[in-house]
């Protein structure tokens, strides 16, 4: 059993081929995945995708990355948290890769989500680029610990890893732990217990090899289990029932 536990397939790059993704994803063993909510506008095309497939869970929030749109409240998203599907606040946190200038209203956003993700009992989805400092610091600051989480699409530093973990978060692996040149990150992986560790796609980005240059999609998650495997020394199975179990522990899915 493989869970993929991020993924956009509400995207176009998807959506419009939803039986496909899930029947490929069923032949590759993913028997379960997370359609992560990036801004308040589409949220009802993740609660839809949600409803149809039963193996299929939601979260609520508004990317940092996100200018326009609704910029929520932390009662909004508590409310909406309340869907029977919803089970985490995010994705959320700082990116100071793709934004500049005064970034105050992306930390206040941050610190929003997680006073949500306390009130609401849900684990926090969190997202950072070249912000690991801050980003951690106001994790620390707001509590984040209260309900832990993940940090989606790992690509910091092991010291980062290991802060994070001290909070009470998990670490996710996309496709880019399969890329040539992630030796760093493949350091990191090779260090992170497997009991705080999850595995995603981040899709329809980051294809793992050998489809770099594809459109990425759930059933693609196996790949970068076998090269989770294959830096730990360890069988595939123990990587897919592990970081399967751990999806299920963090996120109250039943199997």
């Known amino acids: 059993m493989l869970v993929d536990s991020h993924c956009h397939i509400n995207f ?16 590759a063993g993913v028997s379960h995945a997370l359609c992560v909510s990036v801004n308040l506008e589409t949220l009802p095309e993740v609660l839809a995708i949600a409803e149809r497939f039963p193996n299929v869970y939601a979260s609520v929030g508004v990317h940092p990355d996100q200018h326009d749109g609704i910029e929520p409240s932390a009662k909004q998203l508590v409310d909406l948290a309340r869907h029977p599907k919803v089970v985490a606040i995010g994705e959320t946190g700082l990116d100071y890769y793709r934004e500049s200038g005064d970034l105050e209203w992306q930390r206040e956003r941050f610190r929003v989500h997680i006073r949500a993700a306390r009130a609401a009992a849900k684990p926090l989805i969190i997202h950072t680029r070249q912000a690991a ?4 610091a106001i994790m620390a600051d707001e509590g984040a610990a209260a309900v832990g989480g993940v940090m989606h699409c790992f690509t910091e530093t092991l010291a980062v890893a290991e802060q994070a973990m001290a909070l009470n978060f998990h670490i996710s692996f996309s496709g880019i732990v399969t890329f040539k040149n992630a030796k760093d990150l493949k350091h990191v992986a090779r260090q992170v217990p497997i009991g705080r560790m999850l595995i995603e796609t981040d899709s329809p980005y980051l294809a793992p090899t050998p489809h770099r240059g594809k459109t990425n999609e759930p059933a693609y998650v196996r790949r970068v289990a076998e090269e989770i495997g294959e830096i730990k ?7 897919a029932d592990s970081t399967s179990a751990n999806f299920f522990s963090l996120f109250k899915v039943s199997p």
Not at 16 to 21: A, C, F, K, R
Not at 133 to 136: G, R, S
Not at 233 to 239: A, D, M, S, T
């Open 12 to 27: 176009p790059e998807l959506a419009s081929d939803l039986d496909g993704v899930t029947a490929r994803m069923r032949a």
């Open 133 to 136: 400092e801050d980003t951690i």
């Open 233 to 239: 020394g360890l069988p595939f199975e123990v990587i």
